[in-house]
């Protein structure tokens, strides 16, 4: 099972060019994620969506759009990348529970962005 | 702001002795809490959770927390530590008010040496 992909693993960006961050999950997880990591600050929610069809926003959601037409699919898309986007971004699934319910995520690998 | 701290940045230990990673929690309600692992260049992978019941939690590759409400911690322990279990550790709780999401302590990396 591959669990979570992402795509690129890495890239560089010129600023104000536009990308998506490709995320795929195969566990049929309801709830998807998109995190940013940056160090000294962990990881901080960017949007998330509960199933296909609905997304919301995070911590960070400026400069950021994201899409869920069906389970499998939550691409992350900036939209005019600008140099304080750099990051590693990490694409993350679970089963949604209740609300508040103790349900793991499972993260994906990666994709680290420099904007240039 | 519920939140989850995680007060040392970085732990050092020697290989064979026994490691603690701190976190504390600010969360209203019943705290649904849980540990990751991130080593490089991966994702995080879970650990352990606690949910309600046992204070002492096990997990995977022998890592167990301890959960303490009155001193609102959940810690990261292990008997003996391994080279291998160099890696960054993420303390995390999940938000009970069905937006289902997590918040992130800022990590704390582990070293253990030979």
């Known amino acids: 099972t591959a669990g979570i992909t992402q795509a690129p693993t890495s890239q560089i960006l010129a600023a104000g060019r536009s990308m998506t961050l490709r995320c795929t999950q195969d566990m049929r997880h309801n709830a998807m994620y998109w995190y940013r990591q940056d160090l000294g600050l962990g990881l901080r929610l960017i949007h998330y969506?509960?199933?296909?069809?609905?997304?919301g926003k995070g911590e960070v959601p400026d400069g950021y759009s994201v899409s869920r037409a069906n389970t499998d699919d939550f691409p992350l898309t900036l939209a005019s990348a600008v140099p304080s986007q750099t990051s590693v971004y990490f694409c993350a699934s679970s089963d949604p529970g209740l609300a508040g319910e103790a349900v793991t995520q499972y993260f994906g690998p990666g994709t680290r962005l420099t904007v240039l | 702001a519920q939140s989850v701290a995680q007060p040392e940045d970085q732990v050092n230990v020697a290989e064979g002795n026994p490691l603690t990673v701190k976190c504390t929690y600010s969360?209203?309600?019943?705290?649904?809490l849980f540990w990751y692992v991130q080593y490089p260049n991966r994702g995080l992978q879970f650990l352990l959770k606690y949910i309600t019941g046992d204070n002492l939690v096990k997990g995977s590759y022998g890592f167990e927390a301890e959960f303490n409400k009155s001193q609102t911690s959940f810690h990261l322990k292990k008997p003996s530590a391994l080279v291998s279990d160099s890696a960054l550790y993420f303390c995390a709780f999940r938000e009970a008010s069905g937006t289902y999401k997590y918040i992130f302590g800022t990590g704390t990396r582990l070293k253990v040496l030979a």
């Open positions: 969506s509960n199933t296909a069809g609905t997304t």
């Open positions: 969360v209203s309600g019943n705290p649904y």
